[in-house]
T-cell receptor
């Protein structure tokens, strides 16, 4: 999607390995989200960054998941000791502002844990 | 109970058919209701949004919200093969933060 670059686009890893997924906003946006989309399912909220405020981590499924963002720049989502149930597409989205809450999504990082 | 319920389908229709996609929700605080379209291996893109109850029309697409029933719909008229995608309903409270998504309905329009 325009304005959001995610890498890697595909990642295959072995169970127990750590992975890092990257979201690079092409233009500055204060609000950034991570969502997870399992095969055939909807989007599951993971974490939300808003400027310099404390992130809303309420969607992170376990302490193996963490995310960082500095200012309005790159965000990284880290999954430690990956499990097969972590296999999913991880989507980064930017909130442009305004009342409607329109989100601009990247194309996602497809993670497969063997 | 999930906050948003959406039948995942798949839904298969012939070209030219009228398609009806629906979601129900439980949180009465939701104010903004959206439909996103997601093509295979792509991120979702906003298709339409509606504030509170009522209808909104954009070309072949009509979005309806009934807050009293906590029920939202998307209608597609004269459906085309290019409409084949997954349609996700989404909603949020005022301010647009922490959008909640439905499971998405996979739609196939056959030529």
């Amino acid at each position: 999607g325009a304005g959001v670059s995610q890498s890697p686009s595909n990642k295959v890893t072995e169970k127990g390995k750590d992975v890092e997924l990257r979201c690079d906003p092409i233009s500055g946006h204060t609000a950034l989200y991570w969502y997870r989309q399992r095969l055939g399912q909807g989007l599951e909220f993971l974490i939300y960054f808003q400027g310099n405020s404390a992130p809303d981590k309420s969607g992170l499924p376990s302490d193996r998941f963490s995310a960082e963002r500095t200012g309005e720049s790159v965000s990284t989502l880290t999954i430690q000791r990956t499990q097969q149930e972590d296999s999913a597409v991880y989507l980064c989205a930017l909130h442009q502002g305004g009342l409607t809450g329109e989100l601009f999504f990247g194309e996602g990082s497809r993670l497969t844990v063997l | 109970q999930k906050e948003v319920e959406q039948d995942p389908g798949p839904l298969s229709v012939p070209e030219g058919a009228i398609v009806s996609l629906n979601c129900t929700y439980s949180n009465s605080a939701f104010q903004y209701f959206m439909w996103y379209r997601q093509y295979s291996r792509k991120g979702p893109e906003l298709l339409m949004y509606t504030y509170s109850s009522g209808n909104k029309e954009d070309g072949r697409f009509t979005a309806q919200v009934d807050k009293s029933s906590k029920y939202i719909s998307l209608f597609i008229r004269d459906s085309q093969p290019s409409d084949s995608a997954t349609y996700l309903c989404a909603m949020t409270n005022t301010g647009g933060f922490k959008t909640i998504f439905g499971a998405g309905t996979r739609l196939f329009v056959k030529a």
